[in-house]
């Protein structure tokens, strides 16, 4: 198959149709130069929900993309039938480059790696006080698999009704991260999901956390309830039952610019392929001190010069314990 659109010699032969040499390019070229911009909503096996425009467009990945993967919240040039009816299948031609990548391992000793979310730039990590009990440590590997992928976390703490925030919380002040503290009321009544959506607007906000912490309520009420519908005309397209526990899901925030992206699936994150020097980059009091640790330090060795940097008051030593901390989770089992 010829490429179209790489060599600048041939636009230049495009503009002079007369030149000796030229053919004509009709067939292949017009369906890449008519790519329409479409949103990745969500996959399932092959098939990509695509919103183009206001339609909602199913498709499949030309065979050109190769192994690329098409995940939720690409950006992709679409060509093909984009009427959104019934039975079309329009073809993704192109994947603009991603601006972040969330990704997991299926387990840390597996090193085969999947992107989760593309172009996400937040991510909500939804926790219950009790009930059930939070689990710092997943909450620690959520942490870092944000800072590896460059997405600044928010801590969303449900059930405060239920137990107090305050032992959870001083774990995680010394990190800066913005939270939100919430009653099974608040849930309810709705003032839980205005709290949240103050941190969402103008942001790609993927939705991380374990049954029955509320994470499903809140996401739905922070979408339009038309939205629903659409999704049922996914369900409907894709063959799946309600979607809420399987797939990837981007919605539209409801009444504001912005995404919402839930994870579903998405229970634990394996951190086999994180590199702890995207993960300093989250720490900009610690980072500099890293200049003079020994090549490749994983800055949990007696040469670290973290050490030193903050007995020299560079930075609080608590930050370190916490750098420290999220840092050893790569090597913990999950579930505990
Ligand atoms: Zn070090």
Redesign the pocket.
Known sequence: MRRYGKNPDEDDIRIRPNRKGNRPRTHTRPAHEDAVEGFVLTVDRGRVTCLVEHRTVIAMKARELGRKSVVVGDRVGIVGDLSGDKDTLARIIRVKPRVSVLRRTADDDDPYERVVVANADQLAIVTALADPEPRPRMIDRCLVAAYDAGLSPLLVLTKSDLASAEQLLDTYRPLGIPYLVTSREELQSGAATELVRKHLDDHVTAFVGHSGVGKTTLVNALVPEDQWRTTGHVNAVTGRGRHTTTSVLALPLSGGHGWVIDTPGVRSFGLHHVDPSRVILAFPDLEPG?AD??RG?????P????DRWVADGHADPIRLDSLRRLLATRERREGD
């Open positions: 890293t640790c020994p330090c994983t800055h949990d060795e040469e670290c010069a973290l």
